[in-house]
């Protein structure tokens, strides 16, 4: 039986807004579908091994916890997950942990280290805080719904792609209607709401990609389908 083998980075530190339970809604699908799924917890100081896992994922946090793991991740996993995506793993990082893939994270004078996987930079600015609720289109015309709640706004290198364009909200920066970043198998969104729940596509999308495979088994979404409509609405669309 195929398994999805999920490494999660800092579940005690880096899960607000409920971001844990992105985890949770890759574990139900998979079982629904009679797929395994194993998750490993990987916290500071805590090695990884790349070729272990088909997904890694990094949720949200408050600067405090954000800037501890920060350093644990430049120092001991950040080889392990340039490693990984380059083979092509998953890297999927949200809000706090989309700001960890990138360059820095600079709060005034202070710079938190990022490890670099895509090519963005984050800044405080003496700005209110983004917050609301957001939904941003994809390339391939899919929507994305959630929350987010930033102090950082994220810039993006030149050659570096947007997950999606801002249909409602802030994004990135609430200028530039850039949101998140793709490059290949690693993404960062600011979408909380959890991500996942609320919109049962990606989470299939990631769960197919993990596993190599076209297309899973249909489910019935008619809750999920409920919450992303009702958390597009809430964005105003
Ligand atoms: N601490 C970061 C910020 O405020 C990320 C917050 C979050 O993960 N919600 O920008």
């Not at 360059?103 to 710079?111: I, P, T, V």
Request: glycine share 14%; proline share 4%; with cysteine.
């Amino acid at each position: 039986m195929p398994a999805l083998k999920v490494c999660a980075l800092y579940p005690e530190l880096m899960n607000i807004y409920a971001d844990r339970g992105n985890l949770l809604m890759l574990q139900r699908r998979c079982a629904w579908r009679g797929l395994g799924f194993e998750v490993a917890a990987a916290t500071l100081g805590d090695r990884v091994d790349p070729a272990a896992h088909d997904l890694f994922y990094l949720g949200g946090g408050q600067d405090r916890d954000q800037r501890l793991c920060a350093f644990d991740l430049v120092e001991t996993k950040r080889e392990a997950l340039h490693e990984a995506a380059a083979a092509g793993k998953l890297v999927l990082g949200v809000c706090g942990g989309y700001q960890l893939l990138g360059h820095s994270y600079a709060l005034g004078d202070e710079e938190i280290p990022g490890i670099g996987l895509v090519d963005v930079r984050t800044v405080r600015e003496d700005a209110p805080r983004l917050i609301g609720n957001v939904a941003i289109e994809l390339e391939d015309g899919r929507v994305l719904a959630g929350f987010e709640n930033h102090g950082g706004r994220t810039h993006l290198g030149a050659g570096e792609q947007p997950l999606g364009r801002v249909l409602r909200g802030h994004g990135n920066d609430g200028r530039s209607g850039f949101e998140g970043v793709r490059r290949g198998t690693v993404i960062g969104t600011y979408l909380h709401g959890p991500l996942l729940p609320k919109n049962a596509w990606f989470a299939d999308w990631l769960i197919a990609t993990a596993l190599g495979v076209d297309e899973l088994e249909p489910l019935d979404d008619a809750l999920e389908d409920a919450a992303h409509v009702q958390a597009r609405a809430a964005a105003g669309l």
